[in-house]
């Protein structure tokens, strides 16, 4: 069952983007940034299979320990800028590729 989105007021009137979309699904905190966290991993495991480097060698790659890696992929890991520019500079990316949407396919790996 669909949660109601909450009554945000903002001082000058109605949120500047406007209402969120019909089908925007409201989701608590918790929930969100599990999503977010899960989201992120996604990208980063498509990104590190994309080039080609196994976990091990990503953390190698970038300092540090093969399972924060493996927990970041999985998103029970909150990874911090440092570290993700750390990542990105190991793989040779953008940082902003961690961000895009995550094809269902990745999503459920």
Not at 32 to 41: I, M, P, Y
Not at 91 to 97: E, I, T
Request: aromatic residues 6%; charged residues 20%; without cysteine.
């Amino acid at each position: 069952m669909p949660r109601e989105q909450p009554n945000i007021s903002w001082p000058d009137g109605p949120h500047p983007a406007g209402p969120p979309p019909p089908d925007f699904p409201a989701a608590s905190a918790a929930e969100s940034q599990l999503a977010q966290r899960r989201a992120f991993g996604a990208n980063l495991r498509a990104l590190r299979k994309e080039v080609g480097v196994s976990q091990e060698r990503l953390a190698q790659l970038a300092n540090m320990d093969r399972a924060y890696v493996g927990h970041v992929e999985n998103g029970r890991r909150n990874i911090s800028l440092h570290a993700m520019w750390q990542l990105a500079a190991a793989l040779r990316v953008s940082p902003a590729l961690f961000f895009r949407q995550p094809s269902g396919a990745e999503e459920g790996q």
